[in-house]
């Protein structure tokens, strides 16, 4: 085959570029995450969200601990590193403190629903005026592969080598539909990024969130189904579709709840 | 021979790829093919581009090491297919 | 609230209170726990008044949480509860250290059993966190306010450890400002001002630079780092004492915090009646006034401790001593059944007794 086209070099002319290798929000696109993995299509949907609403000099991220940590020391944005599940509660002393800032977490499911589970819930019935980010791919990557409180029933994890079986290990949390249950809740959404088109969906559900906190309406949150092929054990071509049949069917992507609908 | 319809291309980082091939199925016009052999000096496989690509930013949307830089052609092109490099 | 020059009838919380807002505390976050709750309820009172705010939170952990953030933008923060709730912030306290995030955090305690938890901690790792231990309420006002202050210059958590009494007692208290220097101008905090413009700003207890070529946290680096500012910290912070009539003693008694008051009646009386005692109050707790210690123990025969609790400073006398001075443990355990350490060994009659027996 001679039939590939020259890729090193962009078009001297003729041609516009209309996206660039790393977001503009980032300072080092190279990372250590895994082939593969999903979090990076999640954090370039919100660095890209907070540039399009143009909140960019008042933006200030609050970040978990996951494999996902890897961003917190070289993103564009302000940032403060939590401990492991305590992000909205230094989200919510940001905000009260400095409330015309932009304030969004990123957390993943471990971080979220497993360590910090009445932290997030607490912040959202008190109406906090923020947004979380919850990178969901079922397991605690990090550590490599182990069961997390939103991991699928059936799921094999490395603590739960023959599935998580709900007689011994109980049943997935579904945070989101908590979430929404609660009146501070204002935007809540469940998006993923396994292919293009639910990675376009999702950044409408961010950027909608982050409107919802620039508005002053009230808590605002989107559960991203994020791929994670080394702790799904699957190869990497295969994890979009593992998480349309493990994940989804419980997590259901869509915009569960919306005040300005 | 034939000619594709090419409306845009793609910068491929090749020394940021990690071969995960999630642009693969993430191209609409499936114009990106992984090599088979060949490999970047940290020996992952990489995407190379064949004509017809839409300038969609499909791959860069989906991409986790951010190896893409996407253009659109101000005009569309004519690219005969065997024709290239 | 602006400093007083009158005295008024203060409960010891509404006095820290007070002195913490005119310190420039504008944010408080707390879990009612007595004999904290009332400090929680003063300044649920009275920082909207000064356009600060006070979260009612939902756990300590989220307490400790809300105020670190906000902290971090730069506004001068507390928290605090007593013993067990400080032991649910503990992870908090260490890692704000390595942040280096200013942070005022009191522990009302009951008795004295949190010394262990308050000058060996904070939490996990290396990180060390200032104690301020007030006798009453006038000087829990200044020590207040000094705890501001050296937060804010060493850019790490600061205890004052208080008690029942001190919460719970009112007293006629002068506000008064203490004169104390300037502190580093602020290049740190957080406002979202520098994000988008290449060196945002950031705040970490990982790190605190932004990533090498290498990619990652250089933590090996990060703890040096936070190893040598604690160093400098613990050196730059001139220990604090209270010391009497050691001169001459046979016996030194030490003691901290509320019970010091009353071992300093019972010594007084005791050399009033022409005992040879002497007598010594650490009000710092880390850095410890060991120096002091040492001096005051040189000449006695023997250095008597006396806290409310199974014997937790008689540790770092011992370390301050060295050896050269037999030291005696002669506090107790609160006997008060409520478990808020109203203690009812603290009377006169009972240490006159345990420093008659070291004098004997």
Known sequence: MSDYLPTDVAPTVGAHLVDDFTPTLLDIGEHNLCPGCGEPIAMRAVLEAIEAIGAVSRAIGVIGIGCYTAFSNNLDIEVLQALHGRAPSLATGVKRAKPETLVLTIQGDGDMVNEGLQEVLHTAARGENVTCFMLDNGVFGETGGHMTATTALGQRTKNTLDGRDAAQHGFPIRVSSLIAELDGAAYVARGAVNNAGNVARTKKMVRRALETQEAGLGFSFVEILTMCPTGWFVETPEAPEYLTSTLAPIHAPGVLKDVRA | MSTVLTRGTVVIDVEACKGCDLCIDACPPRVLEMTVHEVNTRGYRFPRLLPGCTGCQACAWICPDFCFQVYKYDRPVELSVGDAS | MTPTTTPALLEGSEAIADAM?????????GYPMTPFTEVLEHMA????????????????????????????????????????????????????????????VLNMARAQGDYWQATRGPGHGDARMPVLAPMDVPEATELTQLAFHLTARWRNPVLLFGDYYLAHTSTSVTLAPLDLPPVPADNWSLDGSTSGTGRARLLSPLGTTKRNERGGYDLAQHYARCAARTEEMLAGITPLVETRDTEDADVVVVAFGTPAKYVRAAVARLRAEGARVGFVRPITLLPFPSDAVARAAAGARVVGVYENNQGQMVDDVRLAVAGATPVEFIGRLSLDGSGFGIAPDLDGGYLRERIEELLA
Do not use: D, H
């Open chain 3, 45 to 104: 009172a009275k920082l909207p008044g000064v356009g600060g705010t006070c979260m009612n939170a939902e756990s300590e952990l989220e307490a400790v949480g809300m105020a670190w953030g906000a902290a971090a933008t730069g506004t001068p923060s507390a928290t605090g509860s007593t013993g067990q709730g400080l032991s649910l912030m503990q992870e908090s306290l260490a890692e704000l250290a390595y942040a280096a995030v200013p942070m005022v």
């Open chain 3, 21 to 29: 807002i005119a310190a420039g505390c504008r944010f408080f976050s």
